[in-house]
T-cell receptor
Framework: ETGVTQTPRHLVMGMTNKKSLKCEQHLGHNAMYWYKQSAKKPLELMFVYNFKEQTENNSVPSRFSPECPNSSHLFLHLHTLQPEDSALYLCASSLTTGEAFFGQGTRLTVV | AQKVTQAQTEISVVEKEDVTLDCVYE???????LFWYKQPPSGELVFLIR??????QNEISGRYSWNFQKSTSSFNFTITASQVVDSAVYFCALRPYNNNDMRFGAGTRLTVKP
């Protein structure tokens, strides 16, 4: 059983929809991350939260909106996405100086 | 700026062969971490190893071994006597010591044939 859980595992949404991805960790980590993995690109770091504070935002379009209510939960709110946003979205968590542990990802398809 | 390069896009070997996956990195930081992850078809990235920049001692774990060469900015990964279950995409990653900005290479897809 993974220590990082992502829901849903699969999501199909229209370009006008609003949906949210959820990530939960029970590892006692203080940092949480969102990564995007597209078919022909390396893993892209999107957002990082450390002790609930956002510390990294790598020029991600505003149609992606993260939320970190506490150190155990991380959300990615999606609205008016484009087909090119279809990808595997991976959540991870870590201690400040440790390795990151990943969830199984949400496979997102925008139609 | 940080950058991780995995020049080998795909590698195919026959079971029991040894295989080395290359990783070269660039960073201006003097202290940093290097990582290797395995991504099987299920999609989840599985952590394999973390190496601190100030520790150049090579490591062996079963059939896996890692060769860290700071002089050449390389952190290569060798699988000895490969098995079909080793088939996956392997990622090398780099992170500065004092922040959470972890950057990944493009990955190497390893196929081990029976």
């Amino acid at each position: 059983e993974t220590g990082v859980t992502q829901t849903p595992r699969h999501l199909v949404m229209g370009m006008t929809n609003k949906k949210s991805l959820k990530c939960e960790q029970h590892l006692g980590h203080n940092a949480m991350y969102w990564y995007k993995q597209s078919a022909k690109k390396p893993l892209e770091l999107m957002f990082v939260y450390n002790f609930k504070e956002q510390t990294e935002n790598n020029s991600v379009p505003s149609r992606f909106s993260p939320e970190c209510p506490n150190s155990s939960h991380l959300f990615l709110h999606l609205h008016t996405l484009q087909p090119e946003d279809s990808a595997l979205y991976l959540c991870a968590s870590s201690l400040t100086t440790g390795e990151a542990f990943f969830g199984q990802g949400t496979r997102l398809t925008v139609v | 700026a940080q950058k991780v390069t995995q020049a080998q896009t795909e590698i195919s070997v026959v079971e029991k062969e040894d295989v080395t996956l290359d990783c070269v990195y660039e960073t201006r930081d003097t202290t940093y971490y290097l990582f290797w992850y395995k991504q099987p078809p299920s999609g989840e990235l599985v952590f394999l190893i973390r190496r601190n920049s100030f520790d150049e001692q090579n490591e062996i774990s079963g059939r896996y071994s890692w060769n860290f060469q700071k002089s050449t900015s390389s952190f290569n990964f060798t699988i000895t006597a490969s098995q079909v279950v080793d088939s996956a995409v392997y990622f090398c990653a780099l992170r500065p010591y004092n922040n959470n900005d972890m950057r990944f290479g493009a990955g190497t897809r390893l196929t081990v044939k029976p």
